[in-house]
């Protein structure tokens, strides 16, 4: 079982920034080969917002390139989200995300960017 426990997050006005952390604790955290973001809005469907896989390779939804960069630490067992640029519309709860032997899920947090 892989816990995941997010950090960051908050209220912040449009054109700000904002970092996001997403730690993994568990003894199977050897098993996890990609880690990431997804949001959900309110009335709208969850999406994936950036991936990073265990060779290093990101993917990033069109609505972020050039915003977003998600890294991750493999010494910390550590993936990071920092958000610039942010807009009103990227206004959600940010859910970190594992694959492993299954899908792990953090527990949410709040990004609120104001106009």
């Known amino acids: 079982q892989v816990q995941l426990v997010e950090s960051g997050g908050g209220l912040v006005q449009a054109g700000g920034s904002l970092r996001l952390s997403c730690a993994a604790t568990?003894?199977?955290?050897?098993?996890?080969?990609?880690m990431g973001w997804y949001r959900q809005a309110p009335g709208k469907q969850r999406e994936l917002v950036a991936t990073v896989r265990n060779g290093g390779s990101t993917d990033y939804a069109d609505s972020v390139k050039g915003r977003f960069t998600i890294a991750r630490d493999n010494a910390k067992d550590t993936v990071y989200l920092q958000m610039d640029s942010l807009k009103p519309e990227d206004t959600a709860v940010y859910y970190c995300?594992?694959?492993?032997?299954?899908?792990?899920w953090g527990q949410g947090t709040q990004v609120t960017v104001s106009s």
């Open positions: 568990s003894r199977s955290v050897f098993s996890i080969n990609r």
């Open positions: 995300y594992a694959i492993g032997s299954t899908w792990y």
